[in-house]
C-alpha cells in the first residue's frame, strides 16, 4: 500500500445537519507514550496526547467512543474520555500477545497505533513485532467480520542519537511493512517528522513533554477526523491539504 497525501476540496453549507449514525469506537493503542508518561506525574493525572485529542474531536463535533480496558487520567480537568490501551515498557510483540481478547472485548472500529519504541531499546530497527501485531489484528477481522480502520504511526524521535537512528530504520522498515500489506486498511501517520516534535518537546530522552502531547494530538486529529462523521457540519477552508 503506498503512503498517500490526500486533498479535501469541501464546502459544506453551514452547520448542514447529517443522519445520526453509531458512534465510531476508537482504540488508542501503544506503549507509555499512548499512557500518558511525561516525567513525575501521578497516575490520575497522566493523559499524554489523549485528552487533547478528545478535546479537538468533541469540540468539533464528531461523534466518537475511546475504548480500552484501562482508564488513566481521571483527575484531568477538563474531564474527557479516559479509555485506552496503553502499556509502559511494552514491546510490539507483548501489546501482539494480548490483542486479540482486546479486540474482542472492546469492537474498535478504528485503531490509532503507536508503538515500537520499546522494540528500537530491545531489537534495533526490527519489525517482526509490528508484522506479528498486524497479523493478529487481521485475524480478528476474518474472524469477526469485522473491519478496523487503522492509523499507524511513524514513531517519534528520541533525542538519544544511537536511539534516534535505531527509531529512523524502524520507521522506515515499517513504511516497507505496510507497502507490502496492500489490502489491509492502514494509512501511515508521519509522527516523527510531520508532526513538529524536536528534541525540546521531550522530557526525557523518549517520553514527549505537554506541549509534544499537544502536538501529537493535532497530527492523530487532522488523519482521523475524515473517518468521523459529525453530529453537525462546521464550515471549512474550501481545500485543505494532509498528508498521511
Do not use: C
Request: charged content about 20%; hydrophobic content about 30%; proline content about 4%.
Amino acid at each position: 500500500m503506498d503512503q498517500r497525501i490526500e486533498e479535501y476540496n469541501n464546502n459544506p453549507p453551514l452547520h448542514k445537519k447529517v443522519s445520526k449514525s453509531r458512534k465510531k469506537n476508537i482504540m488508542l493503542l501503544g506503549d507509555s507514550i499512548t499512557y500518558g508518561s511525561s516525567g513525575n506525574i501521578p497516575e490520575h493525572l497522566k493523559h499524554g496526547y489523549r485528552n487533547y485529542l478528545y478535546y479537538e474531536l468533541k469540540d468539533d463535533n464528531y461523534s466518537f467512543n475511546f475504548v480500552g480496558s484501562r482508564s488513566t487520567g481521571s483527575a484531568v480537568s477538563p474531564s474527557f474520555d479516559t479509555h485506552h490501551e496503553g502499556y509502559p515498557g511494552f514491546t510490539s510483540n507483548q501489546i501482539s500477545s494480548r490483542i486479540y481478547s482486546l479486540l474482542q472485548q472492546n469492537r474498535p472500529d478504528i485503531i490509532l497505533l503507536h508503538i515500537g519504541t520499546n522494540d528500537t531499546r530491545d531489537t534495533g530497527s526490527s519489525i517482526d513485532g509490528l508484522r506479528n501485531l498486524l497479523n493478529k489484528i487481521d485475524q480478528f477481522e476474518s474472524d469477526y467480520n469485522h473491519h478496523i480502520k487503522i492509523f499507524l504511526a511513524k514513531i517519534i524521535r528520541s533525542s538519544n542519537s544511537a536511539r534516534n537512528t535505531h527509531i529512523v530504520n524502524f520507521n522506515a522498515n515499517l513504511v516497507n511493512l505496510v507497502n507490502s500489506r496492500g489490502s489491509d486498511d492502514i494509512s501511515i501517520v508521519n509522527m516523527y517528522s510531520g508532526a513538529g516534535i524536536t528534541n525540546e518537546d521531550l522530557i526525557d530522552y523518549l517520553h514527549p513533554t505537554d506541549g509534544g502531547y499537544r502536538k501529537m494530538a493535532s497530527k492523530w486529529f487532522n488523519s482521523v477526523r475524515h473517518s468521523l462523521e459529525p453530529v453537525t457540519q462546521k464550515p471549512q477552508s474550501p481545500s485543505n491539504l494532509y498528508a498521511s
